[in-house]
């Protein structure tokens, strides 16, 4: 979503907000739970420059505060967080006073407890340096079963390494492979009857790897259900460049 063009100034320098998002229902990448999911507190809505129609869901960066002595954290520590969050532009107020995720800014809005490990709570909005990292998880991708007899939907968390899915296949014991279209966040569909066979995924990052999951859900899965499957070890991924972006307090509300 873009709104009506504005004054440029500003318009590429991330900020975040103090705003806690964890209570919203499901979230733009659709992890629900975010606990559940296995993002807990580290999260981080986008911008829409930053969000890109969903395709980044699951990346992570590593941000810490910087250049204001006021604000930031002594030491200026970084904390990692994944993106599992949509922050929607506000067209009625400008780039420089509220409208803070207007396209084509960068920015990031930091769950409440991430925010307060790399600066005071009090500020709300703080320069920053960020870089893309790649994603330490836990045990393997998981694959949540939703739909119906002929709508299958899976979503797809816990991914390492680069965390984006670009890609995805799924295969059943009387199919071949069947592409899959991004619903919306990390939810994938098509529509197929794939009920009373089991499962095997193909996933592709963002970089191009492909990594296939063989029969992750025995054929009596049902929906609601998660299935755990491999994880992306050891590829080349996510060699960002730092940037620095310097700006002057601003009161949010």
Not at 28 to 36: E, N, R, T
Not at 225 to 242: A, D, E, I, R, V
């Given at each position: 979503?873009?709104?009506?063009?504005?004054?440029?100034?500003?318009?590429?320098?991330?900020?975040?907000?103090?705003?806690?998002?964890?209570?919203?229902?499901?979230?733009?990448?659709?992890?629900?739970?975010?606990?559940?999911?296995?993002?807990?507190?580290?999260?981080?809505?986008?911008?829409?420059?930053?969000?890109?129609?969903?395709?980044?869901?699951?990346?992570?960066?590593?941000?810490?505060?910087?250049?204001?002595?006021?604000?930031?954290?002594?030491?200026?520590?970084?904390?990692?967080?994944?993106?599992?969050?949509?922050?929607?532009?506000?067209?009625?107020?400008?780039?420089?006073?509220?409208?803070?995720?207007?396209?084509?800014?960068?920015?990031?809005?930091?769950?409440?407890?991430?925010?307060?490990?790399?600066?005071?709570?009090?500020?709300?909005?703080?320069?920053?340096?960020?870089?893309?990292?790649k994603?330490?998880?836990?045990?393997?991708?998981?694959?949540?079963?939703?739909?119906?007899?002929?709508?299958?939907?899976?979503?797809?968390?816990?991914?390492?390494?680069?965390?984006?899915?670009?890609?995805?296949?799924?295969?059943?014991?009387?199919?071949?492979?069947?592409?899959?279209?991004?619903?919306?966040?990390?939810?994938?569909?098509?529509?197929?009857?794939?009920?009373?066979?089991?499962?095997?995924?193909?996933?592709?990052?963002?970089?191009?790897?492909?990594?296939?999951?063989?029969?992750?859900?025995p054929?009596?899965?049902?929906?609601?259900?998660?299935?755990?499957?491999?994880q992306?070890?050891?590829?080349?991924?996510?060699?960002?460049?730092?940037?620095?972006?310097?700006?002057?307090?601003?009161?949010?509300?």
């Amino acid at each position: 979503m873009e709104c009506p063009k504005e004054s440029p100034y500003g318009c590429d320098l991330p900020r975040f907000s103090a705003k806690d998002f964890l209570a919203r229902l499901r979230g733009a990448c659709g992890y629900g739970d975010l606990h559940k999911a296995s993002y807990g507190k580290h999260s981080v809505g986008l911008s829409t420059t930053l969000f890109n129609r969903g395709t980044t869901c699951g990346a992570c960066y590593e941000i810490r505060c910087v250049d204001h002595i006021l604000w930031c954290v002594l030491g200026s520590p970084s904390v990692i967080v994944t993106a599992t969050d949509f922050c929607p532009p506000n067209c009625g107020l400008s780039v420089d006073y509220g409208g803070w995720c207007n396209f084509p800014r960068q920015h990031f809005e930091l769950s409440q407890p991430a925010f307060s490990e790399i600066a005071k709570t009090k500020a709300d909005i703080i320069p920053v340096q960020y870089k893309r990292v790649k994603c330490e998880r836990s045990g393997g991708m998981k694959f949540t079963m939703s739909g119906s007899s002929h709508f299958y939907q899976v979503l797809i968390t816990n991914v390492g390494q680069e965390g984006e899915v670009f890609t995805v296949k799924v295969k059943g014991s009387r199919t071949g492979w069947i592409p899959m279209a991004r619903n919306w966040g990390m939810n994938w569909h098509c529509n197929v009857n794939l009920q009373h066979q089991p499962l095997s995924f193909e996933v592709t990052s963002s970089t191009g790897k492909t990594l296939a999951s063989y029969n992750v859900a025995p054929s009596n899965w049902q929906f609601g259900q998660t299935f755990q499957g491999k994880q992306p070890f050891h590829l080349s991924c996510c060699q960002y460049s730092k940037l620095l972006l310097k700006i002057n307090r601003t009161n949010h509300h």
